[in-house]
């Protein structure tokens, strides 16, 4: 399946899908996601050899797609091995990996990223309808710049959010020995004198390392009603974690934020775009909703079949502004789709991840033969 389009013809089709993905970001009554999808999809393995393959092995041809829901999900293990990217990279982001230097050389994801505008539109699109109140607001960061980390797409988007909406008095609070205590304690008492509410953008454990500091020191702020948490991420196999409810509990009782202003975030290094809770407005904590451009739908780890509502499956997420590598993702996340979003259950075992390996492996082409 060779591209048969000249250079001059994939330049005008990548401006075009950009520029229509861009207005459908922006605006969802400007196009129709179906559509969208699926040119996306067919100008991607144009551009992207290992999706053409994966095309070949299957007998697929791209054009004849009828569905966003027939286009092949690639799976994020995929991204640890192969280069997909349908033009040169303007960012390259890696997953955090493992902490031996060997294995994280090995085992990080990476999302060689040409087009890093359209997650600044998904940003613009999505993250002040779910985490903000105000058109500016005091933030803590408690997650590493990019200075420190450069390859971080969380510290892409926290930087991002910090420079576009936060106010003078925002600041990081996270240095090269991890979490500035001091920094974050100087914040939380101005905000507390000051009666103005904030917004505090972590990951989940550094939440929770500062709130143990806060619990082993005896000190509790009381957060000005209207300051909102954003927790994004979990542990990542480290030894000591809290529970959500303890989360939750020591948020209240260190901080003075409930949980009804608790907003989760879910992304991926292999996603351009972002799911929320609708907690801000009476949403469920725990319920997952992708923003208009995005679709999510849960599969058979092992068949890739599509399961039944109420049933446990492995996250495929389909994602407009993933245009510069691959639309349609497969995490090795379990989930459970509910009306309106989904609840995750946690990661699927090496042994769940059959049907995902295999994909892999139609990814990679048939073994070389000498």
């Not at 020591?250 to 901080?255: G, K, S, T, V």
């Not at 993933?322 to 379990?334: R, T």
Request: hydrophobic share 40%; aromatic share 8%; proline share 6%.
């Amino acid at each position: 399946m060779e591209s048969i389009l000249s250079p001059g013809i994939e330049v005008k089709i990548r401006r075009m899908l950009k520029k229509r993905i861009s207005q459908f970001i922006a605006d969802a009554a400007s196009d129709d996601f179906e559509s969208l999808a699926l040119q996306a999809f067919e100008w991607q393995c144009q551009r992207i050899p290992a999706l053409r393959t994966l095309c070949e092995q299957r007998g697929l041809e791209p054009g004849e797609i009828q569905s966003w829901r027939e286009v092949p999900a690639v799976p994020a293990l995929a991204f640890r091995s192969l280069k997909l990217a349908a033009d040169p990279e303007v960012e390259i982001f890696r997953s955090s990996g493992t902490t031996s230097a060997t294995a994280a050389q090995q085992e990080r994801s990476t999302h060689y990223h040409p087009y890093p505008d359209l997650y600044r539109e998904a940003i613009e699109a999505s993250f002040p309808n779910y985490c903000l109140d105000s058109a500016s607001t005091s933030m803590l960061a408690l997650v590493p710049d990019r200075r420190q980390l450069p390859d971080s797409s969380l510290s892409f988007m926290v930087d991002y959010v910090v420079e576009r909406y936060g106010d003078p008095t925002s600041r990081y609070a996270f240095g090269t020995r991890g979490l500035d205590f001091s920094a974050a304690r100087s914040w939380a008492s101005a905000r507390q004198r000051s009666r103005q509410p904030g917004l505090i953008l972590a990951t989940t454990f550094a939440l929770a390392q500062w709130l143990e500091r806060l619990q082993r020191l005896g000190l509790r702020f009381r957060l000005p009603p209207g300051t909102t948490v954003f927790e994004t991420g979990g542990y990542k196999g480290k030894k000591r974690e809290l529970s959500p409810s303890e989360l939750l509990a020591a948020l209240d009782e260190h901080l003075g934020v409930g949980a009804q202003r608790v907003v989760r975030e879910y992304g991926m290094t292999e996603l351009t775009s972002q799911f929320y809770t609708e907690v801000l407005h009476g949403g469920d904590a725990d319920l997952f909703v992708a923003p208009h451009w995005m679709r999510a739908r849960l599969l058979d780890p092992e068949t890739l079949d599509e399961v039944p509502a109420g049933q446990t499956g492995l996250l495929a997420i389909f994602d407009l502004a993933n245009l510069g590598s691959a639309v349609h993702l497969l995490s090795e996340d379990l989930a459970v789709a509910e009306e309106g979003g989904f609840r995750l259950v946690g990661r699927a075992s090496q042994a769940q991840l059959r049907g995902c390996s295999l994909t892999a492996e139609e990814l990679a082409g048939p073994p070389q033969t000498e």
